[in-house]
């Protein structure tokens, strides 16, 4: 296989993210290394050296959770990143109007979460993120903040090289937990046991806003946190304390 041809197949290649967890406390290691990501202005996770946590949603629809969420980043002065779908948009427009209205950041998860991996044509790729970004717009004034999350962490080199181009920082996530299943939700001491025992400096935690498991901890989460030394941090001081790569090739 020519080399040429080996660069074209791995652009298409569709990844699933996933973690590898080394030991609690530890970083984990993303199945792309963080040198291959940052190319293409991508991050899973921030410096391994500072006891700060980076804490975002992926918001897919409205259960009745979020206002809890919400009250709860407030009375502990935190800021969190939203990644949004359309659905979401379109059917909550007050919540979004409150996340803009207390500083949260509002991200891209898409407008209608396809498998952005299956699309290799850069004009249908950025009709995702224009249709979603246009939708935000509508609701807040504003356009959305120029993150991206993949839904369900599928992707290609391809696409965070089309992500890149249209002006998106792709955000992963080093820390995780099986929160989507509405009715399989976890125990609350089984969620803040896996929460707390794989916190790591750095991290970039992914919550999804529909489980009420997580709005009932969110409150102790970020409290056991901060008495484990940690500090809370913002997507915009991320991407801040790095600069930005040239663009891939």
């Known amino acids: ?17 996933g973690l590898g967890f080394p030991g609690n406390g530890k970083p984990p290691v993303g199945n792309a290394p963080a040198e291959h990501l940052r190319q293409f202005d991508a991050v899973y996770m921030g410096d391994p050296e500072e006891k700060t946590v980076y804490l975002t949603f992926d918001a897919g629809y409205e259960n009745g959770n979020m206002q809890k969420i919400l ?17 979401y948009v ?13 500083g949260h950041i509002i991200a891209n ?6 498998d952005m991996s299956k699309i290799t044509d850069p004009a249908a790729f950025r009709k995702e993120l224009d249709s979603l970004d246009e939708m935000v717009k509508q609701v807040t004034g504003a356009g959305i903040s120029r993150y991206y999350r ?15 181009k249209a002006g998106y920082k792709t955000v992963f996530w ?24 794989r916190i790591h400096p750095g991290a970039i935690l992914l919550l999804h806003s529909t489980s009420s498991t997580n709005a009932e901890i969110l409150g102790e989460l970020i ?10 941090g913002t997507l915009d001081e991320l991407f801040a304390k790095s600069p930005t790569p040239p663009p891939a090739r």
Not at 71 to 87: I, N, R
Not at 90 to 102: F, G, H, K, L, V
Not at 177 to 188: F, I, K
Not at 223 to 232: C, E, K, L, N
């Open 1 to 17: 296989m020519t080399h040429a041809f080996s660069s074209f197949f791995a652009i298409l290649l569709t990844l699933h993210w």
């Open 71 to 87: 009250d709860t980043l407030q009375s502990k002065d935190v800021k969190a990143a939203f990644f949004v779908v359309g659905h």
């Open 90 to 102: 379109e059917a909550s427009p007050d919540m979004i109007r409150r996340m803009a209205a207390e």
């Open 109 to 114: 998860h898409t407008k209608r979460h396809p």
């Open 150 to 164: 993949p839904p369900s962490g599928k992707y290609s080199d391809g696409n965070l090289k089309m992500a890149q």
């Open 174 to 197: 080093s820390l995780a937990y099986v929160d989507w299943l509405e009715n399989r939700q976890p125990a609350r001491e089984q969620a803040l046991r896996k929460l707390t025992g």
């Open 223 to 232: 409290d056991q946190y901060r008495a484990m030394g940690y500090s809370f």
